[in-house]
């Protein structure tokens, strides 16, 4: 493992105590790895010359081999995106420094264990079905980026096609307009039907759990 990538919840506050855990222990187990990290911890970890701080997020997943993301489950769906964007081969690990911790699954207290079986090769990956979305203009004008949580230098920039990553889901809605839309859904080149409505969710089995759950539906097994 030559590059190591952290990602970490923007509230300092919350993630500094498992920032510094985890470059700590990364120090010790991996001492020639090239680590790079988006949190700014006040202070240096001990035995840290090849700690660097990159605010890019989209940068670090470029650079690593694996991502660690530290935080709660936003973090961790942040980190995928990036990684999905900048560099599919690398994989992601979850530290659950927030309140919900269904993706980023490892507290804070297993830290030293989860590191220690990275560097034994003990631990095991699972693959994880993402989504790819287009929003295209079929006319004179372009479509226009309003937000990007990932690359803010992408906002306002418009193209004939935008394309966005997803490992929960990806929602058409109606953008706060009081009129319903009407949808005409494909599965390949088969249309599936037609719909009113204010919007449509398309989900991965990884997102789908707590819809599924509302409605009373069964939990899809992430994996699947």
Avoid: W
């Avoid at 952290?6 to 855990?21: G, K, Q």
């Avoid at 830290?111 to 034994?120: Q, S, T, V």
């Avoid at 929960?168 to 039907?193: K, Q, Y």
Wanted: charged share 25%.
């Amino acid at each position: 493992m030559n590059r190591i990538g952290i990602i970490v919840h923007p509230d300092p506050v919350m993630v500094r105590e498992s920032l510094l855990l985890v470059l700590e222990k990364l120090c010790a187990k991996f001492p020639d790895a090239k680590i790079i990290h988006s949190g700014q911890t006040g202070s240096s970890p001990r035995r840290a010359p090849r700690v660097t701080y990159i605010p890019s997020l989209t940068e670090i997943a470029k650079q690593s081999d694996l991502v660690i993301a530290i935080g709660g489950d936003g973090t961790m769906l942040l980190a995928a995106r990036a990684i999905a964007r900048a560099n599919p081969d690398a994989k992601l690990i979850g530290v659950n420094a927030g309140k919900l911790g269904f993706l980023s699954e490892h507290p804070p207290e297993e830290i030293n264990a989860l590191i220690d079986e990275l560097a034994d090769g003990s631990l095991v990956a699972e693959e994880r079905l993402m989504l790819k979305a287009a929003v295209r203009s079929d006319d004179a004008e372009n479509v226009t980026v309003k937000r990007d949580n990932l690359d803010s230098a992408r906002e306002g920039k418009t193209a004939k096609e935008v394309a966005i990553d997803a490992l929960n889901e990806v929602v058409i809605d109606n953008f706060g307009s009081t009129r319903m839309l009407t949808l005409e859904i494909f599965v390949g080149s088969a249309l599936l039907g037609v719909i009113r409505a204010d919007g449509i969710m398309v989900s991965t089995p990884t997102g789908s759990t707590g819809y599924a759950v509302s409605a009373g539906g069964p939990i899809v097994e992430p994996s699947s």
